[in-house]
């Protein structure tokens, strides 16, 4: 799937972009092309990711996407990344795991997409399932996996 630009987020960016004072700003918007179209199925549905891995990732999530996405994944310049407006998201555009990754790691920081290391990202998306109320187990989530994941996304 491919996320649509909501119009909303359309003045935010452009106020942005004055702020961090880039001359010419593109929408991020996940690239169909690179997401892979085979998914591997997991059992059960099933999304997995380790304790630790998520407190990693609390950390990772502070220092690069807190300042847009909220402390408490409650949005600000960025959307909400939990609660009632993710859930909206996801109901519209029967967003995944899968799709929510792909484009946080490809498009993300907003301003130096894809600049962080893959373990990161995949910690990163560790503490948002965490947040978002999905339980920890003893394996941990991979890029690879959060990638190719279908599980649906959504907030408790
Ligand atoms: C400089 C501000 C900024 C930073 C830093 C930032 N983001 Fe974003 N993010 C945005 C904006 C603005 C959008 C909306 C873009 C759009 O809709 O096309 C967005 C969209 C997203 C989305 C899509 C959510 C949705 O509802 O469409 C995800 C997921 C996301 N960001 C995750 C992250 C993560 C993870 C980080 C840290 C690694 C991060 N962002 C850092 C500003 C930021």
Redesign the pocket.
């Given at each position: 799937m491919t996320?649509v630009?909501?119009r909303a987020?359309v003045t935010?960016?452009a106020a942005?972009a004055l702020l961090?004072g880039a001359s010419a700003v593109t929408?991020?918007?996940a690239d169909a092309t690179t997401k892979k179209t085979t998914h591997v199925a997991m059992a059960g549905g099933a999304v997995s990711y380790d304790a630790a891995q998520a407190t990693a990732g609390a950390k990772?999530?502070g220092a690069?996407?807190a300042?847009?996405?909220g402390e408490k994944l409650e949005g600000g310049?960025?959307?909400?990344?939990s609660g009632a407006?993710?859930n909206t998201?996801a109901k519209n555009t029967k967003l995944t795991v899968g799709d929510?990754f792909t484009?946080?790691s490809q498009?993300?920081?907003?301003?130096a997409p894809a600049s962080?290391p893959k373990a990161q990202?995949a910690a990163?998306?560790a503490y948002?399932l965490k947040f978002n109320g999905y339980p920890a187990s003893s394996k941990a989530l991979t890029y690879a996996g959060a990638t190719d994941s279908t599980v649906v996304m959504r907030s408790k």
């Open positions: 996320f630009i909501r987020a935010t960016v942005l961090i929408m991020p918007r990772a999530y690069n996407c300042s847009c996405h310049v960025g959307p909400a990344l407006t993710l998201l929510m484009f946080m498009q993300m920081p907003l301003n962080l990202y990163i998306m948002v």
